[in-house]
């Protein structure tokens, strides 16, 4: 991609319209979104028989989802030639997010504050996420089948987004959670999901974003497991792989993968599965977690 100098834009409560503002008008002319989130970790595990391992995964992700706050949304947007604005903007939204009162799983925390998230900060001035969903809403970017969204391992990353919107706990049926997805998100790619397709196969491209980026000599601008930083990897990520593996054949691709969900729906298997491992109740703030790499950063 062909870009401007970056600059990652941090947002906070108070600038947190007029930075919605600047998006609505230039997703005119880039109408591509990667996004990317950073949340809390994963507190809790369910327990008992599911009708497949996707199935499993989606009941963690609603249940995690409902009980859990967001901390980072990143946003990059591009044309269709995967070409940043001119400004070279990428977009960091902060939320709020308190470590004394809001749950989270310590092993994720102590791998943001690393990465140089700012908890003391978050607590003051972050966004609460009504105020962001609302803004979503009338951003221009949801329900709109001529925006595009770019993801990778994204069930959690689209269960926060939606929450934000409907300020209401995720659907119980996956099905109905998907349902929401095609119209909130009409259009959207999850890398994973080209992944499996032959050409990246064939190239053994594997395992999570930075190490999928490696493989393809995509440089990471930023700081890596920030949100900003994510997105914009992720954006370069698909445009990198779709120029290399798709280049003839993109519409054929783009409809087998359009709206898939790595890990959800029916992109593993169709078999019943067992969890029998002991759940995790979330019940205090620095609950150790289960699982912290669903998003393979």
């Not at 092993?107 to 803004?135: Q, Y």
């Not at 001529?146 to 939606?162: A, C, E, N, P």
């Not at 032959?198 to 594997?206: E, F, H, R, T």
Request: negative net charge.
């Amino acid at each position: 991609m062909g870009n401007p100098e970056v600059k990652i834009r941090d947002v906070w409560a108070n600038n947190l319209e007029e930075e919605f503002a600047c998006i609505r008008e230039l997703i005119v002319d880039y109408p591509f979104v990667a996004m990317d989130t950073e949340f809390p970790g994963v507190v809790a595990t369910p327990l008992g028989q599911f009708k497949s391992k996707e199935d499993f995964n989606y009941q963690q992700v609603s249940c995690n989802v409902n009980m859990l706050k967001l901390i980072q949304v990143g946003f990059t947007i591009l044309n269709k030639e995967g070409q940043l604005p001119p400004t070279g903007d990428v977009w960091q939204f902060n939320f709020q997010f308190s470590l004394n009162d809001d749950m989270y799983s310590e092993d994720s925390v102590d791998l943001l504050t690393k990465a140089g998230i700012d908890f003391n900060r978050h607590v003051v001035e972050g966004i609460k996420m009504a105020d962001f969903g609302e803004l979503l809403t009338t951003s221009g970017l949801i329900v709109d089948d001529h925006i595009t969204w770019i993801t990778f391992h994204s069930g959690y990353d689209f269960g926060y987004l939606m929450r934000t919107i409907m300020l209401q706990e995720l659907p119980k049926e996956e099905s109905q959670f998907f349902q929401y997805h095609k119209t909130l998100f009409p259009r959207s790619y999850d890398i994973k999901m080209l992944m499996k397709q032959p050409g990246p196969m064939n190239a053994k491209l594997k395992g999570g974003l930075q190490e999928v980026a490696d493989q393809l000599q995509v440089v990471r601008y930023g700081q890596k497991h920030q949100a900003g930083s994510d997105s914009l990897l992720t954006a370069q990520t698909f445009f990198r792989i779709k120029e290399r593996f798709f280049k003839g054949n993109w519409d054929q691709v783009a409809a087998n993968v359009e709206g898939h969900l790595y890990g959800l729906g029916n992109t593993l298997s169709s078999s019943p599965f067992i969890q029998n491992m002991d759940v995790h109740p979330a019940e205090l703030p620095n609950q150790p977690s289960p699982d912290t790499s669903f998003n393979e950063q």
